[in-house]
């Protein structure tokens, strides 16, 4: 049977300072019931991910943080990602330090692969990504699985699920993540690519993004 899990807190100062991942309320996300209000979703679900098929909710965790817009330092501000910006076909609000995976040529000449993760504050000023002040009332919805996962968020942009699992774990088991999240200079080197393929993409009309139909 699935079950719920709620975490509630609240912060006047700090709050997004100590969030770093995860979903606001509203966002939908790909799973076996179609795509769902990140917030309807509950441990024991199956999401899509993006390299491995249906995976089940193995923790969930929801935050409120209350706080004052004009005491948030711009710093934590979060993320608006315009429609079609990254495959969405709805505009995402997103953490700063919110892992989000690229579709890029630059990519694989760099790592071998077409596909690299970055934080989307580095894409700030691409594609009409932009910052904007937090509300008073944030609700964020942290979803995890058993490993390391990419989702599918408002029709095609892909958003890096970490596991629970610590680091520490990690090296004591010997697992490693697939999913890499580049460094600063990495990234900006990275997102210049990515910006001048998007342009050239929406010259000709071909779309860059995957996209999960």
Same mark, same amino acid.
């Given at each position: 049977?699935?079950?719920? !899990?709620?975490?509630? @807190?609240? *912060? ?6 100590? %969030? ?6 509203? !966002?939908?996300? %790909? @799973? ?9 979703? $509950?441990?024991?679900? +199956? ?21 004052? &817009?004009?005491? !948030? =330092? ?8 315009? *429609? ?6 709805? =505009? ?13 040529? &630059? %990519? ?7 596909? *690299? ?14 910052? &904007? ?15 390391? =996962? ?6 095609? %942009?892909?958003?890096?699920?970490? @596991? ?6 990690? +090296? ?11 460094? $600063? ?12 393929? @998007?342009?050239?993409? $929406? ?11």
């Amino acid at each position: 049977m699935n079950y719920r !899990t709620t975490e509630l @807190s609240g *912060a006047f100062d700090g709050g997004l300072e100590v %969030a770093s991942h995860g979903l606001m309320s509203g !966002t939908r996300v %790909a @799973s076996m019931m179609g795509w769902r209000g990140v917030e309807s979703l $509950a441990k024991g679900d +199956m999401v899509l991910t993006f390299d491995n098929g249906m995976k089940e909710i193995t923790d969930i965790r929801r935050v409120t943080i209350c706080l004052d &817009a004009a005491q !948030t =330092q711009p710093a934590l501000w979060p993320v608006i990602v315009p *429609a079609d910006a990254l495959g969405n076909k709805e =505009q995402l609000t997103l953490l700063p330090d919110q892992g989000v995976m690229l579709e890029c040529e &630059a %990519a694989s000449d760099l790592y071998g692969d077409p596909f *690299a993760v970055v934080v989307v504050q580095a894409l700030e000023n691409v594609n009409g990504i932009h910052r &904007a002040p937090p509300k008073s009332r944030i609700e964020l919805i942290s979803i995890s699985f058993k490993e390391d =996962q990419v989702i599918y968020a408002e029709g095609g %942009a892909l958003i890096l699920c970490p @596991s629970t699992t610590t680091t520490l774990d990690r +090296m004591i088991e010997g697992n490693v993540s697939q999913y890499e999240v580049l460094g $600063a200079k990495e990234a900006e080197q990275l997102v210049e690519c990515f910006e001048l393929e @998007s342009q050239s993409a $929406a010259e000709t009309g071909y779309p860059m993004m995957a996209s999960a139909g």
